[in-house]
């Protein structure tokens, strides 16, 4: 124990472990990890040293110490931090779409800390071409002449546009005049590039007469959009991609087939059947096929631009092309991305999204009701595991529910946070944050869009919160 009587103020200072155990850091230990704060106390303490040391008159009182190690806590925590998706919806947008593989986190960390062969070819000694790597892969898998990839599907969308067709018109169906969310909305995307929408068909039904009849001297494309987050049923028509390839063959304008999910084909992420790959838009002979990597690829976010090699040079020569490029460590975590989707078997173990899909519903069952029992018998909380439904979001397959299972928990909760949406807030907030349902009143942890070593620490902090 220091002696408080020491005139030497360097040996007033509190220890360490009297600091973590003084109020405002306790209840931090439990919320944000033993870790965070024995190194806010740390940090405090130095700070405290180096003052004392140039003749400052501080104050060495616990509680002030204590009180500035908290401050310095909150002021240190990373604003962008991981979070538990508990929501069910495995592509969330607000929650950064697809987790990467180990593989290309590793790929990721390989290059980022140094110089790598990113524009530079190793055997010539000369300038080499950014995309190269990748477009060798996205052609095998998908048959296509050449590809070429930029920030994300709006940017490949925008750049297509204004690459092949500004001041000309690009056809496109009523029915497929999509708002993806938030900014991205066709008719305004086509505005941005410079290329004249020519909407043709109705909201229900469109014809290949309709496109037929649209085709003039200033068509320069006609575009097929997926409708990715909405379904168009009851009496409805529309023309499939083979049909407008061919129609767009023999009247000489482009087809343009936007599949936004990214499932490359041949294999899909198990489970999701509706939607197009894009395997399919190329062999139906689409000339450029556009769509998202952070989506059902499970990569990171990009756009990709595949097809004929005349299309993807003319829009690589367009200076939108460099506003729009990725850097070198999104072509790493795409390219090692793209290693593991040549097997579609790997795929499905190795890619979280597609391993997530792959999770047999009795085997969430099996986790749900362990950590139900945890929380029921460590917590005295009104714990129970639940059939839900999960979905695939980012604006992917919409119409496909996948069954999944769920722990609920009803409230009150003991502690400081008895009600379900204030029990949410908390847990958004801990570390880790974990992001779950409030359906009906109750907290809905679904489990299908969480890694299972992640269990245990939704108990924990559950935990933090109850005993909060
Ligand atoms: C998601 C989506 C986009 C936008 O892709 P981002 O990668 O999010 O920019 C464009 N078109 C379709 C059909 C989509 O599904």
Request: charged content about 25%.
């Amino acid at each position: 124990m220091p002696d408080r009587d020491d005139p030497s103020p360097f040996r007033r200072l509190p220890p360490v472990n009297e600091l973590l155990a003084s109020g405002p850091l306790a209840g931090s230990i439990d919320r944000l990890g033993r870790d965070a704060v024995l190194s806010a106390v740390r940090s405090t303490l130095d700070d405290a040293r180096s003052r004392i040391a140039r003749g400052e008159a501080i104050e060495v009182d616990p509680g002030a110490l204590a009180r500035s190690a908290a401050d310095r806590l909150a002021s240190d925590r990373p604003i962008l931090r991981p979070v538990i998706n508990a929501t069910g919806i495995l592509l969330h947008t607000g929650l950064g779409r697809a987790p990467l593989a180990r593989e290309a986190v590793e790929a990721v960390a390989r290059v980022a800390s140094g110089y790598c062969n990113l524009e530079f070819d190793l055997e010539s000694g000369h300038r080499g071409r950014r995309a190269d790597g990748v477009a060798g892969l996205i052609r095998r898998l998908t048959g296509a002449e050449a590809a070429t990839v930029v920030n994300n599907n709006a940017g490949a969308t925008m750049l297509a546009l204004r690459a092949l067709a500004t001041g000309r018109e690009v056809v496109v169906s009523r029915g497929q005049l999509v708002e993806i969310g938030g900014s991205y909305r066709l008719p305004e995307v086509f505005e941005a590039s410079g290329a004249r929408l020519r909407e043709v068909g109705t909201t229900n039904r469109t014809r290949l007469s309709d496109y037929e009849r649209a085709i003039g001297p200033d068509t320069a494309a006609l575009l097929r959009v997926h409708p990715s987050n909405y379904r168009i049923v009851g009496f409805t028509e529309s023309v499939g991609i083979s049909e407008l390839a061919a129609l767009g063959r023999s009247r000489g304008v482009l087809t343009i087939d936007d599949v936004g999910s990214g499932a490359l084909g041949p294999g899909r992420p198990p489970v999701v059947v509706e939607e197009p790959t894009v395997l399919e838009g190329v062999q139906a002979g689409a000339d450029l096929v556009l769509c998202s990597g952070d989506k059902l690829l499970g990569g990171p976010q990009c756009g990709l631009l595949i097809g004929r090699e005349a299309v993807i040079r003319r829009i690589e020569a367009d200076p939108l092309m460099r506003a729009l490029r990725v850097d070198k460590m999104t072509l790493a975590a795409l390219e090692a991305t793209l290693r593991i989707a040549l097997d579609p078997s790997r795929a499905s173990r190795s890619i979280p999204l597609w391993a997530f899909l792959a999770t047999p519903v009795e085997s969430l069952r099996g986790r749900a009701d362990r950590l139900s029992d945890r929380l029921r018998e460590e917590f005295g909380l009104g714990a129970a595991s639940a059939d839900s439904v999960s979905y695939v979001g980012g604006g992917s397959a919409p119409g496909e529910a996948i069954p999944s299972v769920s722990v609920r928990i009803e409230p009150p909760l003991p502690g400081r946070c008895p009600g379900a949406s204030e029990a949410s807030r908390a847990l958004r907030e801990g570390e880790p944050g974990v992001v779950c349902r409030v359906q009906a009143g109750a907290l809905w942890f679904d489990l299908r869009a969480v890694f299972e070593e992640d269990d245990d620490r939704i108990a924990g902090a559950i935990g933090a919160v109850v005993r909060g």
